[in-house]
């Protein structure tokens, strides 16, 4: 069984304690009911939605670095 993350928000998860951006975008969406799940996944859809929400540019800065931190394990 692999230990790899099942999504993003899983992967995500696994960052809610960190004292970080990318810790901070994780406990907005673990609060958030409304965070897009499903597939597909993309980078494109999570950024639709912050942006739809009025975040802030940190919040999606962090959201671009996530991702690419969570892209680099998945290929």
């Given at each position: 069984?692999?230990?790899?993350p ?5 992967w ?64």
């Open positions: 069984m692999s230990n790899e099942s999504n993003f928000r899983a995500l998860m696994r960052h809610v304690g960190e004292q970080s951006a990318i810790g901070d975008l994780a406990r907005d969406v673990r609060d958030d009911a409304e965070w897009p799940e499903g597939e597909p996944e993309s980078f494109e859809l999570y950024n639709e939605y912050l942006d739809s929400m009025n975040a802030c540019e940190g919040a999606l800065d962090a959201l671009e670095k996530a991702w690419s931190r969570y892209d680099g394990i998945r290929t």
